[in-house]
């Protein structure tokens, strides 16, 4: 983290559905190679606020600066966002008539304009990063859940994002299925990759995260780095909070 | 009877439908009525000193000539409707997809222009349509009687096909768009290699549905006198007066053609779901 230019930069960023504030004036600032982890309770706007830096939602003030480009109108820049930012759903979205290589070229093929020979070495190659090299030729239905989410990641990976943007990536799995999904996250963290996740992982969290996020009501309540907010949250809130998800 | 029926014990009424839903009686019951209707028409045509001819009538789908074998005159026209519907079908699904997109679609003008058209479509009777196209544009544009026929068709088949479309789509999981907008592709890409590859699975019941609809509205067209299976049989009865055995066997044609298609069509249905 040498480079003290911020790659995401939201300044007081609101969203608004109807009279209801999913985001209200949300500042926060990412380093290059730097890891977040967002928490809070649900409906807090933790799902809008990383789905507003790709713009899969829209912000209606404030401004989001992503890798140099302002996020607005312009579907140019939008795309060129997008191509740096790789984005992880709950639900894997894996495109169910495509066998999972086609999955992983469609990006690099139709978006990065690769040669096939080309975007196939790639996503073998991302393939053996998740540890599924062997399933390539499978459709997504064939595969378990934790399976589908590494292919997911892989595929997001092929675009060679330059940030990681995951949304609850475990909530969807079977608990003997979350580790291996996590020890994938864990090691794309070691290769200094930035990650924005949201996640009530704690464990996960502790391991990688740079820097702690609590969401509360569409605003955030407090930015810690995770040793501290783990042993002595500044907020009654995120106490409150902790205590409900580390309970068991 | 309604009240006999709701009277009647609960057994008793459970043991009339099992019976009646056996496949032996449902068969028995099919063949009974058909009977009683063949038997009124054979009746009915005796009582009118009707001349059945049957024996003309394969000459009139397959002619044997010196040469050997030749399609007759119903089969030429059987053709000429098969390739009408297909140009019509072709015309009809590259337009509805059009509007399915503009109704989708961001612009308002886009939305507004599908809307009308339509609103127009559903509400002109098909008849009228055609003779729009004839007699309106046919001298306006240079259309002859084949090609207003395809475009009237077309149009009219577009608005449903177009709303099949639509649902297709709208079928298809909100997060596979999520999905395709993260790793960049365009609108245009998403459509053409995430959404409609799945939403053909959807489409296909309804589009066959369709595809048999335009086959038997395509003898509409018979009325502006393009050769085709309707025109033709009315033809031939003109020269030879065999109006029940024609129309049975233009109906016939009809029929085999449109349960071939439909037959067709749920083999390649299997193949949609195994494949997926
Ligand atoms: N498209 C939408 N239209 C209306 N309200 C919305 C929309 N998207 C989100 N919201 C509302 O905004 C609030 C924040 O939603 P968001 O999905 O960001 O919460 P979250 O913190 O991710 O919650 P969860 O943990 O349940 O995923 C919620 O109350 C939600 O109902
Ligand atoms: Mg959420």
Redesign the interface.
């Known amino acids: 983290m040498t480079d003290l230019t911020p790659i995401i930069q939201m300044t007081d960023v609101s969203r608004i559905f109807g009279d209801f504030r999913a985001l209200d004036r949300v500042s926060l600032s990412v380093l290059p190679g730097e890891r977040v982890v967002v928490c809070g309770p649900s409906g807090s706007g933790k799902s809008t606020l990383i789905r507003c830096l790709n713009r899969l939602e829209s912000h209606d003030s404030g401004t989001i600066i992503v890798d140099g480009i302002e996020l607005g109108e312009d579907t140019r820049d939008i795309r060129a966002v997008r191509q740096e930012v790789g984005m992880v759903f709950q639900q894997f979205n894996l495109f169910p008539h495509l066998t999972v290589l086609e999955n992983l070229t469609l990006g690099p093929i139709r978006v990065r304009r690769m040669s096939r020979s080309a975007a196939e070495e790639l996503a073998r190659n991302y393939l053996d990063r998740v540890h599924i090299p062997e399933q390539a030729d499978k459709f997504p239905a064939q595969l378990s859940g934790g399976q589908q989410q590494r292919v997911a990641i892989a595929r997001s990976l092929c675009m060679e994002p330059r940030i990681m943007l995951f949304d609850e990536p475990t909530s969807a799995l079977d608990p003997e299925m979350i580790n291996e999904v996590l020890d994938v996250m864990v090691e794309l963290a070691g290769t200094g990759m930035t990650m924005i996740c949201v996640t009530h992982e704690m464990g996960f969290a502790r391991k990688v995260a740079h820097k702690m996020v609590f969401m509360e009501a569409g605003r955030i309540a407090e930015i810690a780095p995770p040793e501290a907010f783990f042993s002595n949250p500044s907020s009654a809130r995120a106490r409150l909070f902790l205590d409900q998800i580390l309970e068991h | 009877m309604p009240d006999t029926a709701r009277t009647m014990p609960l057994v008793r009424r459970l043991r009339w439908r099992r019976l009646f839903g056996t496949r032996a009686v449902s068969v028995l019951i099919y063949v009974l009525v058909m009977w009683l209707i063949v038997r009124a028409a054979l009746q009915g045509a005796a009582a009118m000193g009707y001349n059945w001819q049957w024996y003309r009538i394969p000459d009139y789908v397959l002619e044997r000539t010196d040469a050997g074998f030749q399609p007759g005159e119903l089969l030429v026209g059987l053709g000429a409707t098969l390739l009408l519907s297909a140009s019509a079908f072709a015309l009809a699904l590259t337009m509805g997809l059009v509007v399915a997109l503009l109704r989708l679609s961001d612009l308002v003008i886009g939305r507004a222009t599908a809307r009308v058209f339509l609103e127009i479509v559903r509400n002109v009777p098909l008849l009228v349509l055609l003779y729009v196209f004839y007699y309106v544009m046919g001298p306006i544009f240079g259309l002859n009687r084949y090609l207003a026929s395809i475009l009237c068709l077309g149009v009219y088949h577009a608005a449903l096909v177009s709303e099949i479309i639509r649902a297709g789509i709208n079928s298809v999981?909100r997060?596979?768009w999520?999905?395709?907008?993260?790793?960049?592709?365009?609108r245009t890409?998403i459509y053409r290699?995430?959404i409609l590859?799945?939403s053909v699975r959807f489409m296909l019941p309804p589009l066959t549905g369709e595809a048999v609809n335009m086959i038997k509205s395509s003898a509409i067209v018979s009325v502006i006198a393009v050769a085709e299976l309707t025109t033709a049989g009315r033809n031939i009865i003109s020269d030879t007066y065999l109006s029940f055995e024609i129309w049975f066997t233009v109906a016939a044609l009809y029929l085999a053609v449109t349960l071939c298609l439909s037959m067709l069509v749920a083999r390649l249905e299997d193949r949609f779901v195994l494949?997926?």
């Not at chain 2, 999520?178 to 365009?186: D, H, L, Q, V």
């Open positions: 999981a997060g596979q999520e999905a395709a907008t993260s790793i960049g592709m365009t890409q290699f995430v590859p799945q494949g997926s």
